[in-house]
């Protein structure tokens, strides 16, 4: 299940299950965006990335959809193992400028 | 992908010291760099942007004589926090950019593994 307080949100899976992580992102001049995986104490690692003029990108057993719409963007994970447990964080850019990064949702997949 | 390195993975200090933390491309040319900060269980909040001979160009809110960057060269960024307080005690994190990379499709910066500052 999802939860939502003064901590990360949190995706439980049990393993194998498919995941779908979700970010609501904030500028609607944003034309790319990037997923992160982050595991504790290290820094964010590339997942996949996708541009404004598309809605949907597929990799090695991810997805990232995008609904430029309601300004919505999520990540599918297909068969998740326990090692894709991690903090996911989506990024927004706008031409050549800064990332501006999401608040971030913790997976959890249990054995 | 490319290898940005950074520098202690972690240090603990005394209040009232300064330490210095380096970010590496090792094998590009990064013009720009930048600094970030995570406190625990948040996203990471930009600090400043580092580029090659020039100042570093800092977020609202960031002090910038508490954070000194430097980027003496195409490969080297260091952040030193100086006069560190408890309230400084945070995990660090660099990220690169390479240098003639034109095409924004492939603006995925690169990040070092982040340092765990830890001030007593």
């Known amino acids: 299940g999802e939860s939502v307080g003064l901590h990360l949100p949190t995706l439980s899976v049990q393993e194998g299950d498919n995941s779908i992580i979700n970010c609501a992102y904030s500028?609607?001049?944003?034309?790319?965006f990037i997923w992160y995986k982050q595991e504790s104490g290290k820094g964010p690692q590339f997942i996949i990335d996708i541009r404004s003029n598309m809605d949907k990108r597929q990799g090695q057993r991810v997805t990232v959809l995008l609904n430029k719409t309601v300004k919505h963007l999520s990540l599918q994970i297909a068969a998740t193992q326990p090692g894709d447990s991690a903090v996911y964080f989506c990024?927004?850019?706008?031409?050549?400028?800064?990332?501006?990064f999401g608040k971030g949702t913790m997976l959890l997949v249990s054995p | 992908g490319a290898v940005v390195s950074q520098h202690p993975s972690w240090v603990i200090c005394k209040s009232g010291t300064s330490v210095k933390i380096e970010c590496r491309s090792l094998?590009?040319?990064?013009?720009?760099m930048f600094w970030y900060r995570q406190f625990p269980k948040q996203s990471l909040m930009l600090m400043a942007t580092s580029n090659e001979g020039s100042k570093a160009t800092y977020e609202q809110g960031v002090e910038k004589d508490k954070f000194l960057i430097n980027h003496a060269s195409l490969t080297l960024s260091t952040l030193t926090v100086t006069s560190a307080h408890p309230e400084d005690s945070s995990f660090y994190i660099c990220?690169?950019?390479?240098?003639?990379?034109?095409?924004?499709?492939?603006?995925?910066?690169?990040f070092g593994s982040g340092t765990q500052l830890s001030v007593l």
């Open positions: 990024a927004e850019n706008k031409g050549y400028s800064t990332l501006t």
């Open positions: 094998d590009f040319q990064a013009t720009t």
């Open positions: 990220s690169a950019r390479e240098l003639g990379t034109g095409d924004w499709t492939n603006e995925k910066l690169f």
């Open positions: 500028n609607s001049a944003s034309d790319y």
